[in-house]
């Protein structure tokens, strides 16, 4: 079946700097789409990017994440982590064959002055 | 941009008691699904469904009943709740890949 695997429960990162969240996967099936959903404090997940192209960069709201098939990757990254960046970030994948999602256990960014 | 609404926010009930979650969803989508949210568990699917009167098991199923009564309205139903379904819950609803999420029930069982 397929899984998600998100290997930090928690990164904790000084403002200014880079971050990196870690996303691998398993999946049995070819037609597939990937995402970054993310829940600030006391709202609703929300997707932050989506991708199921091998090998390009997706970026939005200044984060960056390039699916790499290869390696069954799909991490996100920013180059200055800002405080309002704190929140929890789900890896997902969707395999399209009965339009579920399957999401990794999140991993809860914060971001210190 | 999809509107996914549940009722009620906030939900306190007593062990073995009954209580009904609803979601709405105004955007013709045809899958709904229910989840509910812990710590160090994620995002966890209950049911879902592809249409009305559709019903589909998701991962952690057992002690949840759920209806989907029209394409708009999804119900999840707890017939003897018990603390261990104290938690977070969110709906959600779909036509592709891309799932969009109501604002939450937070319910407590005491």
């Known amino acids: 079946g397929d899984s998600v695997t998100q290997t930090e429960g928690l990164v904790t990162v000084t403002e200014g700097l880079p971050v990196k969240l870690n996303c691998t996967y398993q999946?049995?099936?070819?037609?597939?789409?990937f995402f970054w959903y993310v829940q600030y404090l006391n709202e609703a997940p929300q997707v932050l990017l989506k991708?199921?192209?091998?090998?390009k960069r997706t970026e939005h709201q200044g984060f960056h994440a390039t699916l790499h098939k290869s390696s069954s990757s799909f991490h996100l990254q920013k180059s200055s982590a800002q405080l309002s960046d704190s929140a929890l970030y789900y890896c997902?994948?969707?395999?399209?064959?009965?339009?579920?999602?399957?999401f990794g256990d999140g991993t809860q960014l914060v971001v210190k002055p | 941009e999809a509107a996914v609404t549940q009722s009620p926010r906030n939900k306190v009930t007593v062990t073995g008691g009954n209580v009904t979650l609803s979601c709405r969803q105004t955007n013709s989508h045809n899958y709904m699904y229910w989840y509910r949210q812990d710590t160090g568990h994620g995002l966890r699917l209950i049911h879902y469904s592809y249409g009305a009167g559709n019903l589909q098991i998701g991962d952690v199923p057992d002690g949840y009943k759920a209806t989907r009564t029209t394409q708009e309205d999804f119900f999840l139903l707890l017939e003897l709740a018990s603390p261990s379904q104290t938690s977070l819950y969110f709906c959600?609803?779909?036509?592709?890949?891309?799932?969009?999420f109501g604002p939450g029930t937070r319910l407590t069982v005491l």
């Open positions: 959600a609803s779909s036509d592709s890949y891309e799932q969009y």
């Open positions: 999946t049995t099936y070819l037609t597939i789409a």
């Open positions: 991708s199921s192209t091998d090998n």
């Open positions: 997902a994948l969707s395999d399209g064959s009965n339009n579920r999602i399957f």
